[in-house]
């Protein structure tokens, strides 16, 4: 894993967007970064996540999730926001 990127334990579930939103610092710049249900209900293999497990389930395969997002960075595949989508 980069050490240049970090990912802090921070992280929120957005319900009207049914994505999680965290962040990631790479030489001092915030990058928001979000996973979407369907993505993690795919990671996870399970497609029955409800609302109340769903920061659970992200804690779960958090460090997949983080590999993703770094491997994104890196490769500069923001988004139009500059934001990390993974969809």
């Known amino acids: 894993m980069n050490q240049a990127i970090l990912f802090p334990d921070i992280q929120e579930w957005n319900a009207k967007l049914e994505v999680i939103k965290f962040p990631a610092l790479q ?8 996973i979407s249900l369907h993505r993690l209900s795919a990671l996870s293999r399970n497609d029955e996540i409800g609302e109340n497990e769903v920061l659970n389930v992200f804690s779960e395969y958090r460090f997949d999730i983080e590999e993703i997002a770094e491997e994104m960075i890196e490769d500069e595949m923001f988004n139009d926001l500059d934001q990390i989508e993974i969809s």
């Open 27 to 34: 030489s001092g710049s915030l990058i928001d970064c979000t």
